[in-house]
């Protein structure tokens, strides 16, 4: 009974002390670097609970986006004619969102995103 106890309080406290997502629905603006060159791409980001969606326009079109935000962790993806684009990253302190970029064959680069004013 007590290592029952045990397991109930412990696993409460881990719900507990797990971060709840940051909500980043809206409109945003990054700014990319890779080797390939830098890119200004702009992001409508809709989120529900850790589900995320949106739509990419910038310089490789116009495409769907699909992901997750899971506490500061945010992943998402969408498809052009080169392929598929890849971005991870956290939520800074300052809101901001920093990270990586997989552009497939193209190679990968970094990113800063900040609100859209």
Same mark, same amino acid.
């Given at each position: 009974?007590?290592?029952?106890?045990?397991?109930?309080?412990?696993?409460?406290?881990?719900?507990?002390?797990?971060?709840?997502?940051?909500?980043?629905?809206?409109?945003?603006? !990054?700014?990319?670097? %890779?080797?390939?060159?830098?890119?200004?791409?702009?992001?409508?980001?809709?989120?529900? =609970?850790? &589900?995320? %969606?949106?739509?990419?326009?910038?310089?490789?079109?116009?495409?769907?986006?699909?992901?997750?935000?899971?506490?500061?962790?945010?992943?998402?993806? !969408?498809?052009?004619?080169?392929?598929?684009?890849?971005?991870?990253?956290?939520?800074?302190?300052?809101?901001?969102? &920093?990270?990586?970029?997989?552009?497939?064959?193209?190679?990968?680069?970094?990113?800063? =995103?900040?609100?859209?004013?």
């Amino acid at each position: 009974m007590k290592t029952l106890l045990c397991m109930v309080l412990l696993g409460s406290l881990a719900l507990v002390a797990a971060p709840a997502a940051k909500d980043i629905t809206g409109k945003w603006d !990054f700014a990319v670097e %890779t080797s390939a060159g830098a890119g200004s791409p702009k992001f409508d980001f809709k989120q529900d =609970g850790e &589900k995320l %969606t949106g739509q990419y326009e910038g310089q490789l079109g116009s495409a769907k986006v699909l992901g997750t935000v899971k506490g500061d962790a945010v992943e998402f993806k !969408f498809s052009v004619e080169m392929g598929e684009v890849t971005y991870s990253g956290k939520i800074q302190e300052d809101g901001t969102i &920093k990270g990586k970029v997989s552009l497939g064959d193209m190679g990968e680069g970094t990113f800063t =995103g900040k609100r859209a004013k």
